[in-house]
């Protein structure tokens, strides 16, 4: 690989193109590792939001270490893959009660945080204290397969292992933050994963064997994901007085500590679902169909077949917990899952 010019042309493309996002601009150690915990598996303009919300709110490692875990889970309702909010909270108190209220600007100390890995910490070391070390995702991963040509399975964790030495020969000592930051820019908008990448635009093409190659469509190789498995469920929303029936999930497990609408697994139809609605403590009631929906995760589909529920008489022995639409919107963390459930439920907002 022509380390040297490779180096010279990615930092010059990027001092034109680069993207301009708000924690950029201020990258206090803070808001990089706020802003590279939201960008796990989530994309950045779906981050920008919730970025500047989230600092409003929380604008700092204290309040971070004090925020009640539900109205943190408010604010990231929507983003996903929760634990990374609870992992945040954890990782708060430790900071407060093990660096002294200071974020580590050490690879060790950082990956010693709860939701820190060797990717988030080398980019908080890098682009937060200017620590030449290597951030290497998927993004990276893709730009070395194609510019050494490699036919390593970029899925397999033994190749993140062959190429973190081959990115960490590639760090500058000086400004190892932007270059870390011009190679996560290459590879959302250059060097793409699906479709065709923009090998014509690409500032770092002459130093690519893949393109001069041309097997810039057959790199990288990986590995195909195995199938989702799909989960049948039935969502009752539920309705009595001005409110609506709610459930707190486990502890553990999808979707932690978030509230739901009752449901139960399987698509059942009126009748089996009138059953369900009495083993809920519903004694009388008005049923009505709603959309059928479904949400995917990451190694799940949710199929949702849902009723419009209305509770005219509880039972005495009812557990559910009732909100107002208020409240729901603006209180309770309810997963996205649901949005198209209650897309027809007018006031609700999700």
Known sequence: MKRAEFQNLLMQWYKKEARVLPWRSDPTPYKVWISEIMLQQTRVDTVIPYFLRFIEEVPSVAALAQIEEEKLLKLWQGLGYYNRALNLKKAGLKVIEEFNGEIPSEMEDLMSLPGIGVYTAGA?????????????????????ARVTASREDISSPATKKVFEPLALQLIPKDNPGDFNQALMDLGATICLSNGEPKCNECPVNSCCEAYRKDLTFELPVQSA???????????????????????KRPAKGLLANLWEFPNVEGHLNAEQGKQALNSLGLAAFEISKLPASKHI?????????SYLVKATELQASSDLTWATKE????????????????????????
Do not use: Q
Not at 231 to 239: C, D, E, Q, R
Not at 331 to 344: G, N
């Open 327 to 350: 409240e729901i919107n603006h209180r309770y963390s309810i997963p996205t899952a649901f949005k198209k459930v209650v897309a027809d439920v007018e006031g609700i907002v999700l």
């Open 225 to 247: 994901k195995k199938p989702r498995k799909i989960l049948k469920k039935t969502v009752f929303v539920i309705s009595y007085k001005d409110s609506y029936a709610l459930k």
């Open 124 to 144: 908080i070391a890098s682009i937060a204290f200017g620590k030449a070390v290597p951030a290497v995702d998927g993004n990276v991963l893709r730009i070395i």
């Open 297 to 305: 995760f990451t190694h799940l589909e949710w199929h949702m077949k």
